[in-house]
Structure formats: structure tokens, C-alpha cells
């Protein structure tokens, strides 16, 4: 492999969405987008609303808990958006900070967002679903578009190709974690970094994957693929907790 894997490979993709190569979201698209921020109200991840009152995300994103509410109803962080506080932080019991192992979190929403045109929820995978190699996917963010670029604030979204698992063990040197799903930043130009944390792979209108870390933070990308949380093998622990049959 022509990239050297370090001692410490993974790069939690925080502080500012970066897409990569990718273009302005289309007015009135991707409705479940969330801004997750701060108390100052600066944007630190993304994420996505699967119910009225939940948000899906990585669960590193909250390492030093700094998340206060969340941001939806627009695609510009400049424009006034619909604001709810989170009142409980559900990272996944067995999450592992050091491997990135289980790295998927629910953020319980202070009230209800009203379903409209200006914010949706969006789709998750079946438990049997399986994700084609090559297939064309969706991930989008906000912030710099190039590694220390400039922060930008309008939603941008990029197409990207899912990445055999074999392969992406091999160029990974066998350093990711069980239960992700590769694509982009793989014999391409296109890809999340650093931000785009907790937002989701869309493929074929479901969100299928959690933005979870990609190589060093490079995001000029070495031949190596970014990393996503394989939603489809939490949904017993992600519906106990919608469904109120489990605290946490």
C-alpha cells in the first residue's frame, strides 16, 4: 500500500463541515439535514432527523460534550433556521473513542419539529439491506471545501461511489473498525472531511451510513477510503430507544 497507516490512523472529521469537490444543495432538498452546534451556536457536526423529536450522529462528535441544540429549516447557517435544544446524548453503550468502534449516537430533541415543507425525516435502511459495491451515494456538509480552506455556509453535497469492504480493509491495513461501510476518497477527488462528521450516506433515498473518519484529515485525499457507521446493524438498539423500550 502506498500510504503508511500510522499508530493512531483515524481523523474524527469535527470543527466545520468540508465537502469535498462537491457543489450547493438544491433549494428545498435534504430537509433532514441538522446543524448540531454549540452553545455560542457554532456549527461542530452534522446530522440528520429520523423522528420528530431524534437526531442521528456520530457519537464522536460529542467527545468533549460540547453539543447544546440543534439547527433545521435551512441549508445556510447565516439564515435563521428552526432551533431545538438536546435534552439527552445516546451514544452507543459499546462506542470505543480509540478504534472509532460503534461510533453512532441519538440526540433526544427538547420538542417535536413539525413535519412541513422546510424539514423532513429521512428513511433508515432495512436490517437486511445490503449496499452494492460502486453504488452512487450522496453525503453532504457545511464549511470548508479544501483541507484548511475557508468555511463556506451554505449546504454542499457530493456523489460518491461505495468501496468493497475487502478493499477497503486492505488500503486501511486492516485498521477500521466491524460494521462500517466505505466509500469515496478512493480513486476519486470526492469526499467528506473534517465537519462533515454524524451527517448521513444517502443511498438510494435512505440514509445507510454515519460520517465517521477518514485518513489523517487529509482531505486532499491519499488512495485511502473515508469510513462510515453501518447503520443497518443498529437499528434494535436505535428503534428500543424511539420506541421508549430502553433508557439512555
Not at 490512523?9 to 441538522?34: D, H, Q, T
Not at 428552526?82 to 451514544?91: L, Y
Request: a neutral charge; aromatic letters at 6%.
Amino acid at each position: 500500500m502506498s500510504t503508511q497507516v500510522q499508530a493512531q490512523p483515524y481523523a474524527f472529521m469535527s470543527l466545520g463541515g468540508k465537502i469535498i469537490n462537491g457543489e450547493k444543495a438544491l433549494k428545498n432538498s435534504m430537509l433532514y439535514m441538522v446543524s448540531l452546534q454549540n452553545s455560542r451556536g457554532e456549527h461542530e457536526c452534522g446530522g440528520f432527523l429520523i423522528s420528530e423529536d431524534f437526531v442521528l450522529t456520530a457519537a464522536h462528535c460529542d467527545n468533549c460534550r460540547s453539543l447544546a441544540k440543534v439547527v433545521l429549516g435551512t441549508h445556510n447557517l447565516k439564515a435563521r433556521g428552526i432551533e431545538r435544544s438536546i435534552v439527552k446524548w445516546c451514544s452507543h453503550p459499546d462506542y470505543d473513542d480509540e478504534k472509532l468502534e460503534n461510533d453512532i449516537m441519538l440526540l433526544k430533541l427538547s420538542q417535536k419539529f413539525k413535519l412541513d415543507n422546510s424539514v423532513q425525516t429521512i428513511q433508515l435502511p432495512t436490517s437486511g439491506m445490503n449496499i452494492r459495491d460502486n453504488e452512487k451515494c450522496q453525503v453532504a456538509g457545511w464549511g470548508m471545501t479544501k483541507t484548511n480552506g475557508p468555511d463556506v455556509d451554505k449546504l454542499r453535497v457530493v456523489t460518491v461511489s461505495t468501496i468493497n469492504k475487502q478493499v477497503c480493509e486492505e488500503q486501511w491495513d486492516g485498521q477500521i473498525p466491524y460494521n462500517v461501510i466505505c466509500a469515496g476518497g478512493y480513486n476519486t477527488t470526492k469526499g467528506a472531511c473534517q465537519g462533515d462528521s454524524g451527517g448521513p450516506l444517502v443511498c438510494n433515498g435512505k440514509a445507510v451510513g454515519i460520517v465517521s473518519f477518514n485518513m489523517d484529515g487529509n482531505c486532499t485525499y491519499p488512495n485511502i477510503p473515508n469510513v462510515y457507521t453501518d447503520i443497518s446493524k443498529y437499528l434494535p438498539w436505535i428503534n428500543d430507544i424511539l420506541s421508549k423500550k430502553k433508557n439512555c
